[in-house]
């Protein structure tokens, strides 16, 4: 049974930072960060491959965010500057097994409960 467990939301003013956090109990295959705003339906946000770290983000959040991992703690972080109030959603980890990452949902096999980041002006 895979496991994903994310930390690191909170509140935060417009055009702070916040780093996200996510455990995993596999360190193969791919990484993601998706999103999803109340009323939305969830969008890619970033992800990352265990071997290589190679990176793929989306255009709202390039420049931005930083998608990384730490293969011996077997975590996955998300560096969120220069926020603003559309980043105010619940942010989600997943993994997937195979070695590519994916901008698309359904691609990944394993999620995590997510944590709610809110921008307030």
């Known amino acids: 049974q895979v496991q994903l467990v994310e930390s690191g939301g909170g509140l935060v003013q417009a055009g702070g930072s916040l780093r996200l956090s996510c455990v995993a109990s596999?360190?193969?295959?791919?990484m993601g960060w998706f999103r999803q705003a109340p009323g939305k339906e969830r969008e890619f946000v970033a992800a990352?491959?265990?071997?290589?770290?190679?990176?793929n983000y989306a255009d709202s959040v390039k420049g931005r965010f930083a998608i990384s991992r730490d293969t011996a703690k077997r975590t996955v972080y998300l560096q969120m500057n220069s926020l603003k109030l559309e980043d105010t959603a619940v942010y989600y980890c997943?993994?997937?097994?195979?070695?590519?990452?994916?901008?698309?949902?359904?691609?990944?096999?394993?999620w995590g409960q997510g944590t709610q980041v809110t921008v307030s002006s």
């Open positions: 997943a993994a997937r097994r195979t070695i590519y990452y994916s901008s698309n949902s359904a691609d990944y096999d394993y």
């Open positions: 596999l360190r193969s295959g791919a």
């Open positions: 990352i491959t265990w071997s290589g770290g190679s990176t």
